[in-house]
């Protein structure tokens, strides 16, 4: 079918064809404009008035054209195609946004994140010029802040505020770390008890797992890997690993696994900068690893693991698990990680729900290998099952995302040959 | 001679340079600026914008006179008197440059006249008609322009095949020219020359002239150049020029095939090139690009931390407007202020009639994927246009759907150069279709085209009718 040119109004019936919106081959709907035209009176676009396919384009750029003349031929859509055209369907982005358009709030400023628009690369955010100097002289990142005027637009007394909001949050955050209130308890009532004060590890370690817990919400990845291959090489390199000052445990070879996977799965490996609401993805791999220590839990950090081999990595754990121990290790060493593995199989246990080391989004919790029974091939067969849980940070890594990880984790581990545990 | 010892060195008295040194002076710097010609003011004075306005206005009396016929005030034909045109565009010059010489007096800014080449990071050698002197400078800032560029097949070193610098010159009225390149300095050299009765012909190698600018803004200078050229030709490539007695032999390759014509005089406007060559740029740490051009921060800083560049010689758009305010921004950051350059910068084509647009244009927002809204008013609905016998004009509005803020403004028809600030204003201060659609502009102007376009944008301008309403 043809869609033409329809009368335009009263007095005007031909125009200039100015842009022209669809080419062949295009999926139009209906009402979507199809072409513009310019005349005396008006520059408007012409909108199709059916649904299909573009099987030619009759008019070019610059045409003088009349009411009746062939614009496009059409090859009719069925009833569904048109609705199914990508785009149609989404959801119109306009609520949050509209937001900005609010007038000015009676009363204090409200906390917390209020909707900016979208920023455009290369455009500075809606504010007068004299207000983006003042900004800059002051070290404002005028993106921050959401303006009231017409448009998002930033006036200076919404700059005022943001540095109100600014100096507010500076002046209370240390009121907010007051202590808690004292212990309404009195253990003492049922039995003896001994007060220590608690270590600078256990309070960090308080602190860090609170705040996790509160601001992360977790989701538990629950699995199990069939190990009964590894453990054989396992009985086979591990005297040889020994001889060399290493120590061939399951760890490095989870740890391995993780390295051949996590590349692959980049939001495991990104973090969530809360104020500026963007995904930082690290192009590194670095995992630290929990070693339960005397004083309390401590995570060193692996570098490159990617680069490394199973034997390298081991003679890596060793060294560092040492040092840990012995309290020997700096802030370096326990900084930069994109991911943690925490093995508690080496004590026992079976799955568990570790908490996420905070900015990294996922963890890795491993516990004991156990012979179990399991069907192969229609036949019963003792095998090594070792119970892994994937942790993951539901703000950045949605449920998809994490199970594909912890599946494909899985695979590596059970395929890892001979030849990767043996030593060069 | 004892080295000169400078708080700050200009290199070029243009439009960037002569801004710089005159605001640091004011900001209370001990300033030397150097430039190479005796007369200051750079391309944009002497050998660009200014005599290329003075000519279009001249000359576009004649088209002027002529329509007027058609309302009944008819005049005899012209007599053109080429010396005496010249040396009215000259005098206009003159008096600008002797303007600005006298505005760097009252500042006591100091004038060297020579070239300037660095020795190295801190010292530069200026050649003067009294001799070497070395200035050691605390810092530099590098205004020193573009100049034409003529490829060689094309240049024949024969003064009939002229650069934009020679034909501002108007030596003569040529019988017949050729323009070589549809860009904006080729179209108002073109419509120069077509006033004072030359034969012009324009050959562009692209698919349109006034690349990069939206069709629809090209479209009434199309129209013009068709009607006032004698031919204009797209897709069409200059293969040889070669002397032929007083005239040049020229071939083309176009989409008709190659063809071979004489000319009287052949202008090449294919492009400009960065004058970043023989200063001894090699003896300090700036960094050029691939073209030539300077590499520079969003201070305007190069890669030598006591260099500044700003201009055509840093690339991007080519225009005085921005050199200048590249000056300013160079100016604050050296006196330790956080100023970057991220100005909108309009831009001004001076054809029949004038294209002139700011910020983001319909065509770059489609190329970055950006989802933006076009308004748009003919000027045919204009009652100012109308009444001025100029309705062949637009005003468009390139709009962020979500804010209505405005991002872009383009305007062709006559006097759009005048018009484009209010749109720079407006983007600028983050004005949004519905502050302009509110703000009242006087009847009947052409200013109001602005106003109504914005008014297309919601569906209810006076003087239109659009198809399309904005859902509210």
């Given at each position: ?20 919106f ?12 199809l ?26 750029e ?33 609520e ?12 204090p ?14 455009i ?172 309390g ?16 990595l ?94 494909n ?16 | ?75 005899s034909?012209p ?73 060689k ?7 009939r ?22 860009g ?12 004072l ?23 009434p ?37 190659k ?22 740029l ?85 190329d ?89 944008f ?15």
């Amino acid at each position: 079918m043809d869609i033409r040119l329809p009368h335009l109004g009263e007095d005007s019936d031909s125009g200039t064809v100015g842009a022209i919106f669809v080419k062949q081959g295009d999926v139009v709907e209906v009402d979507q404009a199809l072409i513009e035209i310019e005349s005396d009176k008006a520059v408007a676009s012409v909108p199709s008035t059916a649904a299909g396919t573009v099987t030619a384009v009759h008019v070019k750029e610059g045409d003088e054209i009349r009411a009746g003349t062939r614009i496009v031929s059409l090859e009719p859509a069925s009833g569904q195609a048109a609705s199914s055209v990508p785009g149609a369907a989404a959801p119109p982005p306009e609520e949050p946004l509209r937001q900005v358009t609010i007038p000015p709030r009676p009363g204090p400023p409200p906390k917390g994140p209020v909707a900016r628009p979208t920023p455009i690369e290369g455009i500075p955010p809606a504010a007068s010029p004299s207000i983006r100097r003042m900004a800059r002289a002051l070290g404002i990142d005028l993106a921050r802040l959401a303006g009231t005027g017409h448009g998002g637009r930033i006036v200076l007394g919404d700059v005022r505020e943001y540095i109100q909001q600014l100096q507010q949050a500076g002046t209370a955050a240390p009121e907010q770390e007051a202590r808690p209130s004292k212990l309404a308890v009195d253990f003492s009532k049922w039995g003896p008890v001994e007060k220590t004060p608690a270590s600078k590890v256990r309070r960090i370690i308080a602190e860090r797992m609170s705040e996790s817990w509160a601001t992360v919400p977790h989701v538990f990845q629950f699995g199990d890997a069939d190990i009964t291959e590894l453990m054989e090489h396992r009985r086979k390199y591990a005297p040889i690993y020994k001889e060399r000052g290493a120590r061939l445990t399951l760890t490095p070879m989870v740890l391995r696994a993780i390295a051949l996977t996590l590349p692959a799965h980049p939001k495991l490996n990104s973090s969530l900068d809360e104020a500026s609401a963007e995904i930082v993805a690290k192009k590194y791999f670095h995992v630290g690893i929990a070693v339960d220590t005397e004083a309390g839990l401590v995570v060193p950090v692996l570098r490159d693991v990617e680069q490394k081999s199973v034997f390298e990595l081991a003679e890596e754990i060793e060294n560092i698990a040492e040092r840990a121990r012995e309290r020997k290790l700096s802030r370096e060493d326990m900084q930069g990680g994109t991911f943690t593995l925490s093995n508690q199989g080496g004590i026992g246990g079976g799955h568990f729900t570790p908490i996420i080391n905070k900015p990294e989004v996922a963890i890795l919790g491993m516990g004991r290998g156990r012979k179990q029974p399991r069907l192969v091939e229609g036949a019963l067969e003792d095998r090594v099952l070792l119970p892994l849980v994937l942790s993951h940070d539901h703000r950045v890594v949605d449920g998809a995302d994490g199970v594909r990880f912890l599946v494909n984790l899985i695979a590596t581990l059970e395929g890892l040959s001979e030849a990767d545990i043996k030593p060069d | 001679m004892e080295p000169i010892k400078a708080e700050l060195v200009v290199l070029g008295a243009g439009p960037g340079g002569y801004a710089a040194a005159f605001y640091a002076a004011d900001l209370g710097k001990k300033v030397i600026l150097v430039e190479k010609e005796s007369r200051l003011g750079g391309v944009c004075l002497n050998h660009g914008c200014i005599p290329s306005k003075a000519l279009l206005y001249a000359t576009g009396l004649i088209g002027e006179a002529r329509e007027s016929a058609e309302r009944g005030i008819a005049f005899s034909d012209p007599e053109i008197d080429v010396a005496k045109l010249r040396s009215w565009k000259d005098s206009v010059i003159h008096k600008l440059a002797t303007g600005v010489g006298a505005l760097a007096d009252r500042r006591g800014v100091e004038v060297l006249t020579g070239r300037g080449h660095f020795e190295g990071s801190g010292v530069l050698r200026v050649e003067t008609e009294g001799g070497q002197r070395f200035i050691e400078f605390e810092n530099v800032i590098v205004a020193l322009g573009s100049r034409p560029s003529i490829p060689k097949a094309l240049d024949l070193g024969n003064r009939r095949v002229m650069t934009s610098n020679e034909a501002l010159e108007v030596e003569m009225i040529p019988e017949s020219l050729l323009v070589v390149g549809g860009g904006y300095i080729g179209m108002e050299m073109g419509t120069v020359y077509a006033a004072l009765g030359s034969r012009v012909v324009l050959v562009e190698a692209l698919d349109s002239i006034l690349q990069g600018i939206d069709s629809d803004l090209v479209r009434p200078v199309l129209r013009y150049a068709k009607e006032h050229f004698d031919e204009l030709r797209i897709r069409t490539e200059v293969r040889k020029l070669a002397t032929k007695g007083k005239q040049i032999e020229v071939t083309t390759d176009g989409t008709d095939g190659k063809t071979t014509e004489l000319y009287d005089r052949v202008l090449v406007s294919v492009g400009r090139r960065p004058n970043s060559d023989d200063l001894g740029l090699g003896n300090t740490k700036v960094e050029l690009d691939e073209r030539g051009f300077i590499r520079v921060d969003g201070q305007q800083r190069t890669a030598d931390s006591n260099i500044f560049a700003i201009g055509d010689v840093t690339g991007g758009v080519l225009l005085a407007h921005k050199a200048s305010k590249e000056a300013r921004v160079a100016v604050e950051a050296l006196v330790g202020e956080s100023s970057i350059f991220e100005a909108v910068i309009p831009a001004v084509v001076f054809t029949h009639p004038e294209v002139a647009w700011c910020g983001l244009t319909e065509t770059e927002a489609l190329d970055r994927g950006i989802a933006v809204e076009v308004a748009k008013f003919p000027w045919a609905a204009s009652g100012r246009a109308i009444s001025v016998d100029k309705p062949d004009g637009l005003t468009k509005l390139v709009i962020e759907p979500e804010t209505e803020r405005i991002l872009g403004m383009g305007i062709v028809g006559v006097g759009a150069g005048e018009l484009i600030s209010e749109g720079v204003a407006l983007i600028e201060m983050g004005g949004t279709a519905r502050d302009l659609a509110e703000t009242v502009h006087p009847h009947p102007t052409l200013s109001e085209t602005l106003m109504e376009a914005a008014e297309m944008f919601y569906g209810h301008a006076t003087h239109a009718t659009s198809r399309q309403k904005r859902k509210q």
